[in-house]
């Protein structure tokens, strides 16, 4: 394969080595109340824009035939709010005897007991060729779980508790994930026709923005001068767990210590989740294939 066609395939990773760099040499043009304005430009507009995109893309009767998938979302929702809070909670308790920081630890299972993040979660699954439709579900119908679920494993596991402004959290998820969401179901019927003839590159335009907000994340994780710590802790937290945080430890002393591991968590799972994306694209491919020659033909 030519150098040229190589960079067109792999342009996704190019970019992400491009993301980085950039957030490297100047974090502040991308850092909240920066001129890119994050707060604003990802954390409404671009994650708006990944889930309008996905209404577009997706048939309808793809979205209403994953709401059915009851055992699916069952799974997903017990393995992600309860079994991993579990299983961290006993690694830690491993961890807790070397001497890595405790505020570190703590900020682990912290990060344990969220839910993923929305626009990665989607993205990625859209990319290995998953079943879109019920990433889109979980990852909103978690987010909304969180709200409630995570302040009280948090006071399970650490003993922390703070009141949660539900109200501004379900509006902003409602806003930015299912109003789009359905918009974008609303505009594919009326071009519906025009979207399969052409088949514009929804993957394209949502890998685009997932770059953005790569940036964004690294702008924040490199001008956070709270992450100048030891090297024992920082590599075992990034091989470990590569706004909840400021309402739940609310004028804590440590809360920068709290916040390291997620702020390492996002930028890790974009990156070992693009670099996974073709291996695990593939697998997928082979079983689908798999499947199709094990059926009995008619």
Not at 126 to 140: C, L
Not at 163 to 170: A, C, M
Not at 213 to 230: E, G, Q, R
Request: some cysteine; overall charge positive.
């Amino acid at each position: 394969m030519r150098p040229l066609e190589r960079m067109r395939k792999e342009w996704f990773m190019i970019g992400i080595v491009l993301a980085i760099g950039a957030a490297k040499l100047e974090p502040s043009v991308g850092v909240n109340g920066g001129p890119l304005k994050p707060e604003v430009t990802v954390s409404y507009i671009a994650v708006a824009t990944i889930f309008f995109n996905s209404g577009l893309s997706l048939k309808t009767e793809e979205l209403t035939s994953a709401l059915v998938h009851l055992k699916l979302h069952l799974f997903i929702q017990v393995f992600t709010l309860a079994f991993f809070p579990a299983t961290i909670w006993l690694f830690l308790q491993l961890l807790s005897v070397t001497s890595i920081n405790e505020w570190l630890l703590k900020g682990l299972q912290t990060v344990g007991c969220m839910p993923p993040p929305v626009s990665s979660a989607v993205i990625l699954t859209k990319a290995v060729g998953g079943n879109e439709a019920a990433a889109i579900f979980n990852s909103a119908f978690g987010s909304f779980l969180g709200i409630v679920v995570t302040p009280l494993l948090l006071l399970l596991f650490l003993g922390s508790s703070s009141s949660v402004p539900f109200t501004s959290i379900f509006s902003q998820l409602f806003m930015t994930v299912v109003v789009p969401l359905i918009i974008g179901q609303i505009v594919r019927r009326y071009i519906k026709d025009w979207l399969e003839r052409k088949q514009p590159p929804f993957g394209t335009v949502s890998s685009s923005v997932l770059l953005m907000i790569i940036y964004t994340t690294f702008c924040d994780t490199f001008s956070n001068p709270h992450i100048d710590l030891d090297k024992f802790s920082l590599v075992l937290i990034l091989f470990i767990r590569i706004p909840m945080l400021k309402i739940v430890f609310a004028g804590h002393e440590h809360l920068s210590l709290i916040s390291v591991p997620l702020l390492i968590y996002h930028p890790a799972q974009i990156l070992l989740g693009s670099v996974l994306v073709p291996t695990i694209k593939s697998w997928m491919v082979s079983r689908q294939k798999g499947v199709k020659l094990t059926r009995p033909t008619v």
